[in-house]
């Protein structure tokens, strides 16, 4: 060998180097080997669990999605605001949390390869709350009504516009989805999630068999370790940071927080428009009738002294 000379690897390395290679670039195939190995060491193991949390924006899902990842701390996530698309294939237990991966359930079942047990919980939380509910990344517009939702520039200074899917129809896709073979569906209400979050978790252990290792309503202690933070990385620059509570403890007060002055006129526009959203309210337990609006329907902003805003 002379100087500046390199020597070749033997043969067997380099085969070891081309198959290493090899196998890095089938993700799919070794997710597959991993599983089946697994069933064959542990045939009397349970399927893998895939949990999808989805559904209304401004409902609780991040807030679901803080509990569970410190709760099951066993399960892999994907970072962020991700589609359970990205790992349903992969073969470790999951949890993903994306509001509008309720209109992808069913591509998900047919890439469900691994025959992992599907959980899909889907928040709800009283209409009321969600026409009024607001987002630090759109300042001064509510973020959801009947007809549309708000795209949102995580990280940017781009305008958010109002270009996503609205009550309408992500509850139109939640009724399918609960038909939906292969899946098992379980709404969780938003009010349970804030006011008893410890009940909540009792449910979901006896409903899906879940074992868990936090509780809930303990969930913040786990500080900066939480998967799901409003922090510099998603904030638009004109943000208003009181609004960055998905990482502080359980608060009962974000409840029925419509009932505020503040939001009368954008009450009685959105259900005015659009009474489907009374039958929504009834239909989900939270009154019984409509005679709740009726002071709202009465009320006549082009009358009152405030600049058109009811009493």
Known sequence: MTLGSVACPPPWMRLT???????????????????????LLHPTAPPRRQIVICGFPRSGTSLLY?????????????????SALRSIWRFEDHLSKLPFDVFRLEELVRCNSLRKTLHVLAPIRDPRDLVTSVHPNVPGAYFIGWESSHRVGLGTADTPTPGMPGIAAIEAALEAAARIPGL??????????????DSVQRGLAQRLGLAFHARFAEFHLAGESLPYRYDAAHLRPDADPRQVREDGP????RAGKWQ????????????????????????????RDDHWFEAY????????SDGGRPR
């Not at 803080?66 to 605001?81: S, T």
């Not at 098992?184 to 979050?197: A, C, I, M, Q, S």
């Open 66 to 82: 803080n509990m569970l990842a410190v709760a099951l701390p066993h399960f892999a996530r994907d970072p962020f605001e991700s």
């Open 17 to 39: 180097a081309r198959l290493w290679r090899a196998w890095r670039a089938l993700p799919w195939q070794r997710e597959r080997a991993r599983a089946g190995i697994h069933r």
């Open 184 to 197: 098992e569906f379980l709404r969780v209400r938003y009010e349970d999630l804030v006011r008893d979050p």
């Open 297 to 304: 329907r009465a009320a006549d902003p082009s009358t009152t």
């Open 260 to 287: 505020a002055p503040e939001h009368r006129e954008r009450i009685r526009e959105e259900f005015g428009r659009h009474p489907e959203l009374l039958a929504l309210v009834r239909a989900w337990g939270y009154e």
């Open 250 to 253: 359980p608060d009962p007060s």
